[in-house]
């Protein structure tokens, strides 16, 4: 499972992850950070990532287009690398089972 996070997130956490979820990219590493949530999204679902944000914009396209992509939305506000690290380290078999799930579109981790 591939995790591209947004913009709002160091890219840092792809090394911290590797283990976990390898062939991860920040949108910087795949020249989109300039760009809109749009393109952001069509490329998440053109090379199958789970999209990793701080903000409620790609919480709000999946309630409406649906996955692919999926979206995981980080309900914990501005938190240092290593925060955001760990939690997708404690919930990754919460984060295992949504990526199972066909029907589910946006997890949110608080």
């Excluded at 283990?19 to 809109?36: K, N, T």
């Excluded at 589910?104 to 981790?109: I, K, M, P, T």
Aim: overall charge negative; hydrophobic content about 50%; glycine content about 2%.
């Amino acid at each position: 499972m591939k995790l591209l996070f947004d913009q709002n997130l160091s890219y840092r956490l792809c090394t911290l992850l590797a283990d976990l979820y390898p062939g991860s990219e920040q949108v910087r590493q795949v020249a989109l950070d300039r760009a809109a949530d749009a393109m952001i999204w069509e490329f998440a679902e053109r090379e199958r990532f789970t999209i990793v944000t701080l903000d409620a914009d790609f919480a709000d396209i999946a309630a409406l287009r649906g996955a692919p992509p999926k979206v995981i939305w980080l309900r914990c506000g501005n938190q240092t690398t290593v925060f955001v690290a760990d939690l997708l380290r404690e919930h990754a078999a919460l984060i295992e089972s949504f990526l199972d799930d066909s029907e589910a579109a946006c997890l949110e981790l608080y």
